[in-house]
């Protein structure tokens, strides 16, 4: 297996830069007679017209992993505050009477 690197080839692992040529086939375009329909996820991009299942289930899915995220950062926040103001107040009459 090697790796295109501006027209060399280099024997280590690749990066988004490099290009491997070995085994792709015709895999990678249309000019071997293939159908050039795309992706076939999101292959409308933004256009949600054109959006199935599939693609209303993933942002479905994003969103939900979003506002998860939020509401337990939230929460986590709110907790932690509670948590300094508790041991405040424990630590003030001691060092009060101290």
Known sequence: MAYLLGGQSSL??????????????CAGNCSCGGTCAGMGFFDSG?????????????????TYMVLSTVFTTRRAVKNVRKSARRARRRMAPKVATA
């Open 12 to 25: 280590g692992p690749g990066t988004g830069l490099i290009e491997r040529f070995d085994g792709m086939g």
């Open 46 to 62: 933004a256009d949600i017209s054109g959006w199935g299942l599939l693609e209303w289930a993933a942002a479905g899915l994003g």
